[in-house]
Structure formats: structure tokens, C-alpha cells
């Protein structure tokens, strides 16, 4: 089983920059994929990135492609999502997730078991 706890969010401007981290307890950390989705109200939980067990591979939406930068130090047991150029529909709350599966299946909320809490980023014009 697998905890996560995120950190990072918060308030910029647009074009600006920001760095999530999603910390995992548990010694299974390496068994996981771990991924990023967001949510705003009234809409449903986003797919944002992923990233393989290895670490070799990683995917993303086609909205942040190219801005957004997934990594992971299996050492720490964390996770992070490097957010650039960042823009005003990027608004939304940022969570992580671990998941026991690979490909296709890091796309979708239901391929993932474990969730940690929200953290709010917010973009302004």
C-alpha cells in the first residue's frame, strides 16, 4: 500500500513556473507507476502525466505537452511535475496517484489505486 502526500501548489502569475512534489511512504514506492491528474469543480479529474516504474517512460496530455516536465527519485520517494508557461486554464487542483499498471492504463483515473491529497494551483492573468 502506498501514501501520498503532494506539496507545491499555489498562486502565479501566467507564464510562470511552478513545482509540485508527491512524497510516497512505503518501501512498494518502486513498484508503482505514479501519475498527476487535476481537477476543477463541476468538471472531472484530468489526466496531467505519468511516469513508468523505470522511470524511462513517461506521457502526457496534449494540453501541457511540451510545458510540463514529469520525474521521479525512486531514492526519495517522490515524485514531481515541473509546471512552465503556465497559463490561466492550468487552474485547478493537483493530485497523485499510484498505479500498478503501465501504458495505456496511466491515462485513466481507474487504473490507479492510491491517491493522495489535492494541492490548489492557481494562475492569474
Known amino acids: 500500500q502506498a501514501q501520498l502526500v503532494a506539496s507545491g501548489g499555489g498562486l502565479v502569475q501566467a507564464g510562470g513556473s511552478l513545482r509540485l512534489s508527491c512524497a510516497a511512504s512505503?518501501?512498494?514506492?518502486?513498484?508503482?507507476?505514479l501519475g498527476w491528474f487535476r481537477q476543477v469543480p463541476g468538471k472531472e479529474r484530468e489526466f496531467v502525466a505519468a511516469?513508468?516504474?523505470?522511470?524511462?517512460?513517461?506521457y502526457y496530455a496534449d494540453s501541457v505537452k511540451g510545458r510540463f516536465t514529469i520525474s521521479r527519485d525512486n531514492a526519495k520517494n517522490t515524485i514531481y511535475l515541473q509546471m512552465n508557461s503556465l497559463k490561466p486554464e492550468d487552474t485547478a487542483v493537483y493530485s497523485c496517484a499510484a498505479s500498478p499498471n503501465t501504458g495505456v492504463y496511466l491515462y485513466m483515473v481507474v487504473g490507479y489505486d492510491f491517491w493522495g491529497q489535492g494541492t490548489l494551483v492557481t494562475v492569474s492573468t
Open positions: 512505503g518501501r512498494t514506492f518502486r513498484s508503482y507507476a
Open positions: 511516469i513508468e516504474r523505470s522511470g524511462e517512460s513517461t
